[in-house]
């Protein structure tokens, strides 16, 4: 896969291409625009130099379908992308581009209601920057941990990724897919829009200040065929069933999180004509590494995202520190190499040396390799050492989601009071009291290293953009 085959492939479909709200898009109409955006692109002195290095134009992904043409026209013209989502993420957006200070930003301000740039942009007097040589998007996302990093993406790097995707992700002109993640994401920019395009299949976007059942809405209404999403959203769409006719979907790809047994038990209920997938990745990634395809498998496999795509290499290390390898089953830090591995993070080499390690991407998760296969066990940084016992917070929330009452569960180490403690928050079912929540938990959680110290109540829990949970990494004191 490369760009000439990507977009000649782009050519050849004229069916529909895009829908956001009331607005029906076609692929010629797609394909009119970019080369449109692409030659005023040029005229404002927006393309690579090959001696020098590439320029900027950041993107508010809240334009909906119309960021499809400019991101189009800037890939075609090697003009570095950045989407930001000044709509859901303020904070950050203002940060990036601060960090960034890109040549172009492109606003809803700026493109009419048919996705036309408006006439007069200003011509660029900023020099190329050497450090985005062939690099297609820098991806800042607000992530559980830290301070956001830009993932420095090649051209490389998302062709590659697209095309090993595409090899076992094959929509169809007749299917509709739904973004339910904003295109800040590498899931979705490169794990869904790009080879949908190149499939022809149509991508109906979620508007920006929906709330989750706007997005069942439209599955039922729209008769959607493909939606990626977290687990956690999944398993809250399934508690819906018995409202929503879900009976379209024929694909659920899952990625951002682990997968739980009880979500899974949830979505398999919920979802009994779709195929499940268990997808793995990281931004840095760009982001696909594996995905569970096998029928049923996410249900009765634990862990399990299946094996590395095409060209993609793994190796877990069971001691980081002396570089021994893992033995076949035995627990460790995962590593990943290939032409999916960025380029770096931009303007910050020393966190770059810290995640590549010669040319292996450390990924920061804990797993395991049976038979091929990756099991993912949780985050490496994330483990809880309470009382000399090690815990992964992703076993105890499992659990908790098994009980009645109990929607959803984050669990987290608060070190306050030189101690460490278990500290759980969760979503309940309307009407349930903690005396109950305390009692089932003691009587059905047979294993008391499981118990939570501290439980806590919430209406929601702390969710990015994607709905993926957000972690806390601090004490609350």
Known sequence: MDAKLFFRQLLDHSGLCAVDGTHEVSYSRITELAQSHARMLEIAGLVADPNRGQRTVAIDVSVGWRAIPLFLAALRQKVTLVPVDPAKNPGLTENVLSWINPDLYITPELLNEDGELLPGLKPVTASP??????????????GTTGRPKGVMLTYGNIWSNVGSILGYFKPAPEDR?????????????????LPSLFRGAAVYFRPPDTNPLSTMKSIQRDGITILGTTPTVAATFA???????????????????????????????????????????LTEASPRISCLTEVGAFLNRKGCVGKPLAGVEVKVLAEEAKGRAAAEGEEGVLYVRGPNVMKGYYGDPAATSLKIKGCWLRT???????????YILGRADSLIIRGGVNMDPSEIESELMKLRGIKEALVFADHSEDRTRVHAWITCEKGVPMTQIRSTIVHEIKDSRLWPDVIEMKEELPKTASGKLIRPIQSLR
């Open 177 to 193: 897919l739904y973004l339910f993640r904003p295109l800040t994401y590498a899931s979705a920019f490169t794990g869904e829009l």
């Open 239 to 281: 508690r819906f069933r018995k409202r929503f006719d879900f009976g379209s979907l024929r694909c659920l790809m899952l990625s951002g999180e682990c997968l739980t047994v009880r979500q899974a038990e949830l979505i398999a209920e919920a979802f009994p004509g779709a195929a499940v997938w268990n997808a793995y990745g």
């Open 364 to 374: 920061g998760d804990r797993a395991v390799i049976r038979e091929g296969d990756i």
């Open 129 to 142: 920057r050497e450090e985005l040589r062939d690099v297609a998007v820098v991806l800042y996302t607000s």
